[in-house]
């Protein structure tokens, strides 16, 4: 793993110049994505029968793509109690947290005039869920939920099937904790394309979220404008400022927990600490042979893995601020000083019992977060997603007759005269008849 001393003033070059993050636009899967996006939406349930016995190997006829409720009890029965009362437990502490953000309408009165701001639900949203030979019950809570909350109607779930055909029953189990009965085996980016665009058996969504591979990610990014998405991500990436009093075994541990993800991921330790630093290196080392995914884990730090050494804590939450990382780790004594100075994170995590791992499945915030950077103008998924916000307006005769004249000037200023006379006509006394 690299480790970059960056002493002096902070230079954002500098900074970015010693990491990579993977730019979809040079991937060679987004054409692939491409043409699959335009072959669902041009041939629809049919098109997405030929992908998967093409791509997963299965024979669906349309009907077998719907999950059905047997099978969704099935699932029930290849849990474990402990597994389900867990999902259970997440879904209540993610839901009284998402609570908290639902917005309220408002009013202001003036001159008899009445404005404001409503709140509408959007009618459907969709949900996407890795598969396959994985279970990502997790994805399919901290999607849901917002939507559940935000009151949105219809909620769809698609997740791809496994070697049998079927979806994860941990992945069915926590569609049914959330009370979602629209299920779809299917996966990839000809699911993206089924609820952006519809066809004869699945219903078009207003909105899709939900994390995914590059295909996903980049038919996406491809059907945007048709739906709204909720971000274009990237590979998980955390960041860690520590300093001499943190404990390397947490740090080194945490770290590792984003590299198990992918090859791509990335780990990156700020310290003030080259005795941290140290340490860190060799718990890397140790805890490298003792997990599970330790091929995908070591890959991950050693390509991208990175340690900036700084001049003070002060430098280093330049330093993350610069990099604007998923997830933000803050290990050093009197932690909650340093929150008011992070300016770009998609979640901050203080202290050392604030692992970044209880964000991914429990404590309650989303972990759907800004990936890449684009923490500078991101923030997580969240009920507000899932919410429009139209202005209403109903104005008096005396409020009209109070802003006229100055709407009137304005819209002559830009030279669109029917504006003007829109207003004009109904300051008429008395007014015209038509």
């Keep these: 793993m690299k480790t970059v001393r960056l002493s002096g003033l902070i ?29 669902v ?20 006829s349309v009907d077998e793509l719907r999950v059905s409720q047997e099978e969704i009890k099935d699932a029930k029965k290849k849990v474990s109690l402990d597994y389900i009362a867990a999902i259970k437990d997440a879904y209540g502490r993610i839901f009284a947290f998402h609570e908290n953000q639902l917005p309220k309408e408002w009013f202001i009165k003036d001159k008899g005039s009445t404005l404001g701001q409503l709140i509408r639900p959007l009618k459907r949203a969709g949900v996407y869920a890795p598969g396959g030979q994985a279970s990502y019950p997790s994805s399919v809570l901290m999607g849901a939920i917002p939507a559940i909350v935000a009151k ?7 997740s791809p099937p496994d070697l049998e055909g079927q979806i994860n029953p941990k992945t069915l189990v926590a569609a049914d904790v959330c009370g979602i009965k629209e299920i779809y085996k299917i996966g990839g980016a000809s699911a993206i394309a089924a609820m952006a665009y519809g066809t004869r058996s699945i219903k078009k969504v207003d909105k899709i979220v939900g994390p995914g591979n590059i295909y996903v990610t980049a038919a996406k990014k491809e059907v945007i404008g048709q739906v709204d998405i909720d971000m274009i991500a990237g590979p998980s990436e955390i960041v860690i400022i520590a300093d001499s009093s943190a404990n390397p075994v947490y740090v080194a541990s945490d770290m590792l927990a984003q590299a198990e993800h992918a090859q791509d991921a990335t780990a990156i330790l700020i310290t003030d600490s080259n005795d941290i630093a140290e340490k860190v290196k060799k718990e890397l080392d140790d805890q490298l042979k003792q997990i599970l995914r330790s091929k995908i884990a070591s890959d991950s730090i050693r390509q991208r893995g990175r ?5 003070g804590l002060d430098k280093a939450v330049e330093v993350a601020n610069i990099i604007a990382p998923e997830h933000l780790e803050i290990m050093v004594e009197k932690a909650t000083n340093y929150i ?19 964000g991914d499945y429990i404590a309650g915030p989303n972990h ?3 990936t890449m950077g684009t923490a500078r103008f991101y923030s997580a998924l969240s009920v507000e997603c899932f919410i429009k916000k139209p202005s209403f307006l109903w104005i008096s005769k005396e409020g009209f007759m109070d802003m006229a004249k ?9 030279g669109l005269d029917a504006h003007s006379r829109s207003i004009a006509v109904r300051e008429e006394v008395p007014p015209r008849r038509f």
Excluded: M, W, Y
């Excluded at 008011?340 to 970044?356: L, P, R, T, Y």
């Excluded at 100055?406 to 830009?414: C, P, Q, R, V």
């Design 11 to 39: 230079k954002e070059k500098d900074v970015l110049a010693n990491f990579t993050r993977i730019n979809i636009e040079d991937a060679s899967e987004t054409e692939v994505a491409k043409k699959i996006v335009e072959e």
């Design 41 to 60: 939406k041009a041939d629809g349930d049919e098109a997405i029968l030929r992908l998967i016995k093409e791509i997963e190997g299965h024979e669906f």
């Design 152 to 158: 949105v109607a219809e909620i769809a779930l698609c």
């Design 307 to 311: 340690i900036f050494l700084v001049d």
């Design 340 to 358: 008011n100075q992070v300016q770009n994170a998609g979640a901050i995590f203080v202290g050392d019992f604030s692992v970044e791992a209880l």
């Design 368 to 370: 759907v977060l800004p």
């Design 406 to 414: 100055s709407a009137k000037t304005i819209a002559e200023a830009e």
